[in-house]
């Protein structure tokens, strides 16, 4: 992979992908201000909208994909000599940087509310940790939807791809319910919490979404790599 | 320096031509396309450093196809071989990019890059991209650094298009329908700085398609006849001046069969 085609192409993404995070981010701190000014500035509105926000900015990356098959500008990075996997490096680094800034709120906004127990065990290190570890969550999910968009026409991907996504959801709602956050946060406050747990833990964690991430990297460079547009064939 | 002039309708059979001083060469092997609707039957061309030869044939006769080909940018796979300098410019992809410049028939990028921007992303993919003669280009053609790709006429995308594909001097120039649609002042100027880019006898080879025969007279030495996908014929401009008198009488006749 050449340094110069990846730096090249992520400050492409990210000249184009800017704009938007401010605007959105902009647009949370702006909900923010209107509930303390309304006086609504309770916990849960706040952390809706310095969570929700971020989450819904996974969204930004794929769309530049499906916009770039729409304008043919796909097709103008597939002339390049890049090869797709340094296309596809620079779509997850832009991805995952896009991303940055609401994750940081977010672990600031969650630092500044008074949380209900038990979770205000979350701050100091564990709050760093856990605001890394949404942000990472953050972009793989952004990184699977930029896989998808790229492997799939839109209209295709509002099919069922669309359904995969929403039993995925379910099934991970189901995974939360089972967990249930509170008592995690009242075993992390309480204990007796064996020394071995957090680290096997964290680790169980990273290999999965480490599995996760090169799966959606291996399927986006080949979508890149066999990207056909249907332009060339003679009336 | 001007290869014999070789008529002849080919399927795969190689064109001759007589040893040019330089090495540069492009080579087409029994290349062929099939699309559902349309096939591009087997053809070979060589062509050599120093030429600038003419694709010339109706809508659909394959130019764009050929042209596209042998940039490393067809969609559709194709049969038989291209190669450039001796090496496969399919199993080369994307490296070989770097030797090959190609104008498309539209220009491809980012409606909200300006002019500036789209070069300076462009550059840092081409490390024989020379400043220099990109801004050299630029003031010629008339083109502003602050102007959004966006808000180009017709005529600044080919300019912008032409820029793109010359500003590193690559050993191919591939020009795909350069002046199509242009203003006689735009084409004129186009035609122009393409001739003094690349002057007969150089080093590097230039391919261009066109429907209009007066840019065959100005720029070629060598046409290529295209026609349904058949390659009919690989000639000079002074055969064909001397098979009917005029290049475009000559070019007419070739088309319609005669």
């Not at chain 1, 530049?64 to 043919?72: A, S």
Request: with cysteine; glycine share 8%; proline share 6%.
């Amino acid at each position: 992979m050449s340094a110069g085609h990846f730096k090249a192409l992520l400050g492409l993404e990210l000249r184009r992908l800017a704009p938007t995070v401010l605007r959105v981010q902009g647009a949370a701190l702006v909900l923010a201000a209107l509930f303390i000014l309304l006086g609504k500035a309770s916990t849960e509105n706040l952390l809706a909208a310095f969570i929700g926000t971020p989450i819904g900015a996974t969204l930004l990356a794929p769309m530049t994909i499906v916009r770039d098959k729409m304008e043919r500008t796909l097709e103008f990075l597939c002339t390049l000599p890049a090869t797709a996997g340094e296309i596809a490096a620079a779509r997850f680094a832009a991805a995952a940087l896009a991303l940055a800034p609401g994750a940081a709120l977010a672990g600031i906004a969650v630092a500044a509310v008074d949380l209900p127990t038990p979770f205000d065990v979350l701050h100091g290190g564990l709050l760093a940790a856990a605001t890394v570890g949404f942000w990472l969550l953050l972009s793989i999910a952004s990184w699977v939807l930029v896989a998808a968009a790229a492997a799939f026409e839109f209209a295709r991907l509002l099919r069922w791809p669309l359904v995969v996504v929403a039993l995925a959801v379910i099934l991970l709602l189901r995974i939360a319910e089972r967990v249930r956050p509170a008592d995690v946060a009242v075993a992390l406050r309480d204990g007796p919490i064996p020394p071995w747990a957090l680290p096997a833990a964290a680790s169980v964690l990273l290999v999965a979404l480490a599995a996760a991430a090169l799966f959606a990297f291996a399927i986006t460079r080949r979508a890149v790599a066999r990207y056909r547009p249907d332009l060339d064939q003679p009336l | 320096m001007r290869p014999e002039a070789t008529v002849a309708t080919m399927r795969g059979e190689a064109t001759t031509s007589p040893p040019h001083p330089v090495e540069r060469r492009l080579e087409l092997r029994a290349f062929s396309v099939t699309y559902p609707l349309f096939t591009l039957e087997p053809m070979s061309l060589v062509l050599h450093g120093g030429e600038a030869v003419a694709l010339v044939g109706p809508n659909g006769s394959g130019k764009t196809t050929t042209l596209k080909a042998i940039a490393g940018r067809l969609a559709a796979d194709y049969r038989g071989g291209i190669y450039l300098d001796g090496v496969e410019v399919r199993s080369a992809l994307p490296a070989i990019r770097t030797s090959i410049g190609l104008v498309p028939e539209d220009l491809l990028g980012y409606r909200w890059l300006t002019v500036r921007q789209h070069l300076d992303f462009l550059r840092r993919f081409f490390p024989t991209w020379d400043r220099d003669y990109e801004r050299s280009l630029l003031a010629r053609l008339g083109l502003r650094d602050e102007v959004k790709l966006g808000a180009l006429s017709k005529g600044m995308r080919v300019k912008l298009s032409f820029v793109a594909a010359e500003a590193y001097r690559p050993p191919l120039l591939l020009l795909d329908e350069p002046t199509s649609g242009l203003d006689p002042v735009v084409r004129r100027e186009v035609i122009e700085i393409i001739r003094e880019c690349a002057p007969p006898g150089g080093d590097r080879i230039v391919l261009f398609s066109t429907h209009l025969l007066e840019d065959v007279e100005w720029l070629a030495e060598r046409v290529v006849v295209l026609k349904q996908g058949v390659l009919c014929a690989d000639t000079t401009l002074e055969a064909l001046r001397a098979r009917e008198g005029s290049v475009a009488g000559a070019l007419y006749g070739l088309l319609e069969g005669r």
